[in-house]
């Protein structure tokens, strides 16, 4: 008997989840942080409905307290297809969280991405569900949910429009590329929570109050060993399959990941200067700057540094890299390290470092 041809595979559809503002108006609550009746963030109600769906890889971005929504979000909506990434300019408005977004979507190549606000906790994974299926039927620049008539959040943007989303500047979202295509857009029938928020000090007030009966599912207390790779339901974990064995891959891409986690141990990607025109003082200090946003997302800082590997282009550089190099390091706290000269991939990168850490 000769097998048919094998079943189509839609390309993936990706979700973002904006998390990196300041929360400003709640101050000085963060509402993301904030707990529903339940005890779940406002942040991982939305990660959790995401993590549900039919959406994937789910992409959360980062920014403003960084660390404690991440370890939020872990305690509450963990999931094999969650990737963080930060944004490290978020200061600058809601378009740099986009950019930050879209860059860690890239690689999964997907036909479009669900932008979701991490302030808009009733949305459910049933209406994710439906923003996905009606995109993946129609491929209109924008699938958009309505109530009453009005465009809610969130919002599947097609992958034709991703230039124009990067293009973005200030603290906009895409609404003006809503009415650009407005005779173009598939629309998806909702209810009320696609317009409901909660970003002054009396709607946050008010999700205090929000539990299971809101539609939200209910949260069962985690069982010991459920869920932990290597782990059997029922039984308490063992060391090696315990919640830290979990491995966490952050901005992981199809060859490298920025920073893996394992048992309370980082372990990072080399990381090389974002400005290649500068000399070796110059690449050092922005590294290290680097190093030092990646720590602070995970909850941890140079102070626990165990190792560092350090790469120079040229070993005439070394004096150049200690004077920044211990300068940053903290009293009596410099790691293991060894320091090599290696060709690097580019010839206009002078130093790459790579470090391992502890929580």
Same mark, same amino acid.
């Given at each position: 008997m000769t097998a048919g041809p094998p079943p189509h595979v839609p390309p993936p559809v990706a979700a973002l989840i904006l998390a990196a503002?300041?929360?400003?108006?709640?101050? &000085?609550? @963060?509402?993301?942080?904030? &707990?529903?009746?339940?005890?779940? !963030?406002? #942040?991982?109600?939305? /990660?959790?409905?995401?993590?549900?769906?039919?959406?994937?890889?789910?992409?959360?971005?980062?920014?403003?307290?960084?660390? =404690?929504?991440?370890?939020?979000?872990?305690? @509450?909506?963990?999931?094999?297809?969650?990737?963080?990434?930060?944004? =490290?300019? @978020?200061?600058?408005?809601?378009?740099?969280?986009?950019?930050?977004?879209?860059?860690?979507?890239?690689?999964?190549?997907?036909?479009?991405?669900?932008?979701?606000?991490?302030?808009?906790?009733?949305?459910?994974? !049933?209406?994710?569900?439906?923003? /996905?299926? $009606?995109?993946?039927?129609?491929?209109? !620049?924008?699938? /958009?949910?309505? @109530?009453?008539? $009005? #465009?809610?959040?969130?919002?599947?943007?097609?992958?034709?429009? %991703? &230039?124009?989303?990067?293009?973005? =500047?200030?603290? /906009?979202?895409?609404?003006?590329? #809503?009415?650009?295509?407005?005779?173009?857009?598939?629309?998806? !029938?909702?209810?009320?929570?696609?317009?409901?928020? %909660?970003?002054?000090p009396d709607r946050l007030d008010r999700f205090g109050a929000l539990g299971a009966s809101q539609g939200d599912r209910p949260v069962d207390p985690p069982r010991p060993g459920v869920g932990e790779e290597g782990a059997r339901p029922g039984r308490p974990p063992s060391p090696r399959t315990g919640p830290m064995s979990k491995i966490i891959r952050t901005e992981p891409n199809a060859i490298l990941s920025k920073v893996v986690e394992y048992h309370g141990f980082l372990f990072t990607q080399g990381f090389v200067a974002r400005d290649l025109t500068g000399d070796a003082t110059a690449q050092t200090r922005d590294i290290l700057a680097q190093i030092d946003e990646a720590l602070e997302l995970h909850g941890t800082d140079k102070t626990r540094l165990l190792q560092a590997q350090i790469w120079l282009k040229d070993i005439a550089d070394r004096d150049a890299l200690n004077g920044v190099w211990s300068a940053w390091l903290p009293k009596d706290g410099a790691p293991a390290r060894a320091c090599v000269q290696a060709v690097l991939a580019n010839p206009a990168m002078l130093v790459e470092i790579m470090i391992i850490c502890t929580k």
């Open positions: 503002g300041r929360s400003s108006r709640t101050a &000085p609550r @963060h509402k993301l942080l904030a &707990p529903d009746a339940g005890g779940v !963030p406002m #942040i991982a109600r939305i /990660v959790r409905a995401a993590c549900a769906s039919t959406a994937a890889p789910v992409i959360v971005v980062l920014g403003h307290r960084a660390a =404690e929504i991440r370890a939020a979000i872990l305690r @509450h909506a963990d999931h094999p297809g969650l990737v963080f990434t930060l944004a =490290e300019d @978020h200061a600058h408005g809601l378009s740099a969280s986009l950019r930050a977004g879209l860059a860690a979507a890239g690689p999964h190549a997907p036909s479009g991405v669900l932008v979701c606000l991490g302030d808009m906790p009733l949305i459910d994974t !049933p209406l994710i569900d439906r923003l /996905v299926a $009606r995109h993946r039927q129609d491929r209109a !620049p924008a699938t /958009v949910p309505v @109530h009453d008539g $009005r #465009i809610g959040h969130p919002v599947l943007w097609d992958r034709s429009v %991703f &230039p124009a989303l990067m293009a973005l =500047e200030g603290d /906009v979202g895409g609404r003006a590329l #809503i009415r650009a295509h407005a005779g173009r857009l598939a629309t998806v !029938p909702a209810d009320a929570a696609i317009h409901a928020d %909660f970003d002054t």
